[in-house]
């Protein structure tokens, strides 16, 4: 089975600081993406990338940027950590036009 | 016209009904359309998908309708257990470029009553 795995189920920040979220995926998925999932606003596409150093802006990139070094690794960056940044982030992965594995995300909050 | 419009946003069924969600898009280039399961805790696992070359689909108690012509697609649960309590997301996307991303609709809270 394909694993996609998230670094953190919890995090809690400090207004200001820089988070990092780290997704790994296990079966050599050539896509990667991130979303937010907030109450009554399902999930929303931050970035997503189709190759090593490809990024590309979804929905909402504003206030976050990606790295993706590896095929295999893909992180999140929050330069400076706002309390409208606290929701659940999820990573997910595949391959070609196959549907989405998802990882069981990372609830961040920012006091 | 990207757009994935998905309805009730919560529903409540007794055990042994048969909860429907239904979605409704605009984009005639749609060709996979996709559901997602997600339990509280879990990230959405894909649950059934159909292409619209076909009006339905089954598996096990889970079927997809399809309509092509109004551009609609539901997901009915038939004999529905409190197990079957979780958020859905329905889905479309395009083409088969890389680029094409999977759209989703922004879900319904589906609660089985014991």
């Known amino acids: 089975d394909v694993k996609v795995t998230q670094s953190s189920r919890y995090l809690v920040k400090r207004t200001g600081e820089k988070v990092f979220l780290e997704c790994v995926q296990d079966?050599?998925?050539?896509?990667m993406f991130w979303y937010r999932q907030d109450p009554g606003l399902g999930l929303r596409l931050i970035y997503f990338?189709?190759?090593?150093?490809?990024?590309e802006k979804g929905d909402i990139p504003e206030g976050y940027s990606v790295s993706r070094e590896k095929k295999e690794r893909f992180s999140l960056i929050l330069e400076s950590a706002s309390t409208n940044q606290t929701s659940m982030y999820l990573c997910?992965?595949?391959?070609?036009?196959?549907?989405?594995?998802f990882g069981s995300g990372t609830r961040l909050t920012v006091v | 016209q990207q757009q994935v419009k998905q309805s009730p946003q919560s529903l409540i069924v007794q055990k042994g009904g048969i909860p429907i969600i239904n979605c409704a898009y605009e984009?005639?280039?749609?060709?996979?359309f996709p559901w997602y399961q997600q339990f509280p805790g879990k990230g959405p696992a894909l649950l059934i998908a159909?292409?619209?070359?076909?009006s339905e689909k089954k598996e096990g108690r889970f079927t997809i309708s399809f309509n092509k012509s109004a551009k609609q697609f539901s997901l009915h649960i038939m004999d529905s257990q409190p197990g079957d309590s979780a958020t859905y997301f329905c889905?479309?996307?395009?083409?088969?470029?890389?680029?094409?991303?999977?759209?989703f609709g922004k879900g319904t809270r589906l609660h089985i009553l014991p």
């Open positions: 984009n005639t280039a749609f060709d996979y």
């Open positions: 889905a479309a996307s395009k083409g088969r470029n890389r680029d094409d991303k999977i759209i």
């Open positions: 079966m050599d998925h050539e896509n």
């Open positions: 159909i292409r619209p070359d076909v």
């Open positions: 990338s189709y190759d090593v150093k490809m990024k």
């Open positions: 997910a992965s595949s391959r070609g036009r196959g549907g989405y594995t």
